[in-house]
Each structure stands twice: as structure tokens, then as C-alpha cells.
């Protein structure tokens, strides 16, 4: 079951670290950049959700805390 978390909750140096550390399948690229993102948690897991800032895309990232810390 997928659960909507509050994304921009976070600080917006996370926020910001983030969306800039993706990949993106399409254009086949890492750290293009990350557009509307939406966070859920689904099976214990945390993802973020959006759009690649070069082709629209759909990106789909699953967070670490320790990622997210920016570490």
C-alpha cells in the first residue's frame, strides 16, 4: 500500500540533494535533476516520485536516510 509522505518537510539542503542525485532510465544519465517530486512509502520503503528535468520522464528514486542526510 503506497503512503504519501510530505517531501518538502524535509530541509531543503535534503530536498535539494535529493533531486539532484537520480537517474534517470530515459536519457539513460545520473544527476540531470529531479522536477515535482512526490514522496510515498511503500513496503517499508521510501521512494520520491517526478520528472527528469532534461526529457519529463518519469524518475522514480528509493530514499536512504543516509542519503538523504546528504552523506
Same mark, same amino acid.
Do not use: H
Given at each position: 500500500?503506497?503512503?504519501? %509522505?510530505? #517531501?518538502?518537510?524535509?530541509? +531543503? @539542503?535534503?530536498?535539494?540533494? @535529493?533531486?539532484?542525485? =537520480? +537517474? /534517470?532510465?530515459? /536519457? ?5 535533476? !529531479? !522536477?515535482?517530486?512526490? *514522496?510515498? &512509502? *511503500?513496503?517499508?520503503? @521510501? #521512494?520520491? *516520485?517526478? $520528472? /527528469? $528535468?532534461? /526529457?519529463?520522464?518519469?524518475?522514480? =528514486? &528509493? @530514499? %536512504? ?5 546528504? &552523506?
Amino acid at each position: 500500500m503506497r503512503v504519501p %509522505k510530505d #517531501f518538502f518537510a524535509r530541509s +531543503w @539542503i535534503k530536498q535539494e540533494f @535529493i533531486c539532484e542525485n =537520480t +537517474w /534517470c532510465g530515459n /536519457c539513460v544519465e545520473a544527476d540531470i535533476g !529531479l !522536477l515535482n517530486p512526490v *514522496e510515498y &512509502e *511503500e513496503d517499508g520503503r @521510501i #521512494f520520491v *516520485e517526478g $520528472a /527528469c $528535468a532534461r /526529457c519529463r520522464g518519469r524518475v522514480v =528514486t &528509493e @530514499i %536512504k536516510e543516509s542519503q538523504a542526510a546528504g &552523506e
